[in-house]
């Protein structure tokens, strides 16, 4: 029983951050504060869950193919981002 409470508390307030930062970043946007390319970023990992649950049909393989696929991106941009700084492109 204190399992689910516990559980669906942190999914609470995990949900609660998630909105927090889009109502931000929304705001920011309107503002002026933030660039709109940087604020939308944050909907990849979405879009890419979107496509991989349509693909395969379940959340859990759907979240671990989110997380490989993110992973991988973010090993792409840690490369290209050291190549450029060490050749000054």
Do not use: Q
Not at 51 to 56: A, K
Not at 60 to 76: H, Q, R
């Amino acid at each position: 029983m204190i399992n689910s409470i516990a559980v669906g508390f942190a999914l609470g307030l995990i949900g609660i951050g998630v909105i927090g930062m889009a109502v931000s970043g929304i705001r920011n946007v309107i503002n002026g504060n933030s660039d709109f390319k940087k604020v939308a970023i944050m909907i990849v990992p979405i879009i890419i869950f979107a496509v991989f649950y349509g693909l395969l049909g379940t959340f859990n393989e759907a979240g671990v193919a989110t997380m490989i696929v993110m992973m991988a991106l973010m090993a792409v941009g840690i490369v290209v981002t050291g190549t450029r700084g060490t050749f000054k492109f």
